[in-house]
């Protein structure tokens, strides 16, 4: 591949697939601590067990169902584009990803040894996590990453004396 073209392409790639792999850590991060923290609240505790309970195909059907679930909200933001109310429609959005996001996760969570025995379900599991894993590792070797990483660490280190020097008086 010519030079110059691979330059190019790296320099339009390499930020936004660094962005999405930083946005999407963090968010599952801080999405599992707080549905893990729902998921101490009894009602859900006891949905979560009869789920864990599930054979592997009804297990399948209950990991699906919040896709379908988040549904409407995409509808909702649809209509708010329709009527010129963008912000709406785009806050929609993201509300909709963050929460079918976060259901889905605890969802993974707790039923991946289950889902784990559908063989053609494994297979895809295998084979998606081999793939992003292997994303993550490039992105992550970039020298870019390298600085951003370190710059990152730098400002969550200043931010933690801050707000250690504030509660510390």
Same mark, same amino acid.
């Given at each position: ?13 390499? =930020?936004?697939? $660094? &962005?999405?792999?930083? #946005?999407?850590?963090?968010? +599952?991060?801080? !999405?599992? *601590?707080?549905?893990? @923290? ?16 599930? =054979?592997?195909? $009804? &297990?399948?059907?209950? #990991?699906?169902?919040?896709? +379908?679930?988040? !549904?409407? *909200?995409?509808?909702? @933001? ?32 707790? !039923? ?58």
């Amino acid at each position: 591949m010519n030079r110059y073209l691979k330059r190019a392409l790296e320099i339009a790639i390499v =930020p936004l697939a $660094a &962005a999405i792999v930083f #946005f999407e850590q963090t968010l +599952i991060k801080y !999405l599992n *601590i707080a549905m893990a @923290a729902v998921a101490r609240w009894p009602p859900i505790a006891k949905l979560e067990a009869w789920l864990v309970s599930l =054979p592997p195909y $009804a &297990a399948l059907c209950a #990991f699906v169902t919040p896709s +379908i679930l988040i !549904l409407p *909200i995409k509808f909702i @933001a649809l209509w708010f584009a329709s009527i010129g109310q963008y912000e709406l429609a785009l806050g929609a959005l993201i509300v909709g990803k963050m929460l079918g996001t976060a259901v889905l996760a605890r969802l993974y969570r707790i !039923l991946r040894p289950r889902l784990m025995t559908i063989p053609w379900f494994g297979k895809a599991d295998t084979w998606f996590f081999y793939w992003r894993d292997q994303a993550y590792a490039f992105v992550k070797s970039l020298p870019a990453w390298k600085r951003v990483s370190a710059m990152v660490q730098q400002l969550r280190v200043r931010i933690v004396a801050l707000v250690s020097g504030l509660f510390a008086r």
